[in-house]
């Protein structure tokens, strides 16, 4: 059993918590995710992680409420236990395997939406350990909305608030902002975008046109974690990835956005399951057994 240590509400349906887990702690790398199950018979939930403390051997993790397997997660309070807490899983941030000098002389920003702030924030929190300053961009539809400020803000080189409808920070989407700054002046070898797959989408868009390498973490689409069900099955480039035994994280511009989020709306009924199937074949990957 795993300990909740602390468990807080962040904002309207979104949770924190931090987890006596010292084995996960002990090894895990910004980018890497956990599988977590409230019981033996429950739902797993990968959940990429936010924080880690290897001298007091807790994970922080942020979550938001989908689904009734996060709902009953959001309900356990402090004292509580998890059944399963599993990890670090996926491959670390690339950053975590370039020689410092190099990545010193790189100009990096981030850019997080929603609930994608959780995951880039160990990354950003350990280029600053590291000697590296990064931007950072965080939108959200509104101010209410807005998730670990005071956090990133002490982590950051320079941090951008963006909210959707003007209510704080700067107005408009993190497009706008990345916009804006390029026109300023301001030059990047190098940006991170985690967030909905919309988003995601969008700011690939945008800096393929400006000429800047991009990564994205494809978290949001995985289910069971481990390779097994083929949910988080995406193209990139013209390779066959899947985000949990592959990634998360992918070379945006080569990540084929469309496909992802129309299979990702097939994939939820049984008759989706069938077609995707039918039209991927050996490729498919439906270890679930729940494409038959």
């Given at each position: 059993?795993?300990?909740?240590l ?17 084995r ?21 939930i ?8 290897r ?5 922080t ?91 990133m ?53 945008l ?37 949990c ?15 992802a ?16 199937a ?15």
């Amino acid at each position: 059993m795993y300990q909740i240590l602390k468990a807080e509400e962040l904002t309207t349906n979104i949770y924190l918590m931090v987890v006596k887990a010292p084995r996960v702690a002990k090894s895990c790398l910004p980018g890497q995710f956990v599988i977590v199950r409230t019981k033996e018979d429950s739902e797993r939930i990968p959940l990429t992680i936010c924080d880690y403390d290897r001298k007091n051997g807790t994970i922080t993790i942020v979550f938001q409420i989908v689904g009734a397997g996060t709902q009953f997660m959001s309900e356990l309070k402090a004292g509580d236990t998890f059944h399963d807490f599993v990890g670090p899983l996926g491959c670390p941030s690339e950053f975590c395997n370039e020689p410092l000098d190099e990545l010193k002389k790189k100009s990096i920003l981030f850019v997080a939406g929603g609930v994608g702030t959780a995951p880039v924030y160990p990354q950003v929190k350990w280029l600053k350990e590291n000697g590296v300053l990064a931007d950072v961009i965080v939108g959200a539809k509104t101010k209410d909305l807005l998730i670990l400020e005071k956090e990133m803000e002490a982590e950051a080189g320079n941090l951008y608030i963006t909210t959707d409808d003007g209510s704080y920070g700067r107005s408009g989407m993190v497009t706008k902002t990345i916009e804006d700054l390029v026109a300023e002046g301001k030059h990047y070898d190098v940006c991170v975008a985690i967030g909905p797959m919309i988003m995601m989408k969008f700011v690939c868009k945008l800096t393929k046109e400006l000429n800047i390498p991009t990564v994205v973490s494809l978290n949001p689409i995985m289910v069971d974690g481990t390779g097994m069900c083929g949910a988080c099955r995406v193209t990139v480039g013209d390779k066959v990835k899947f985000a949990c035994v592959d990634g998360p994280e992918f070379d945006g511009h080569l990540v084929n956005f469309d496909e992802a989020m129309k299979r990702q709306t097939l994939y939820k009924t049984a008759e989706g399951r069938a077609f995707l199937a039918a039209k991927e074949g050996a490729t498919h990957h439906g270890g679930c057994g729940n494409c038959n």
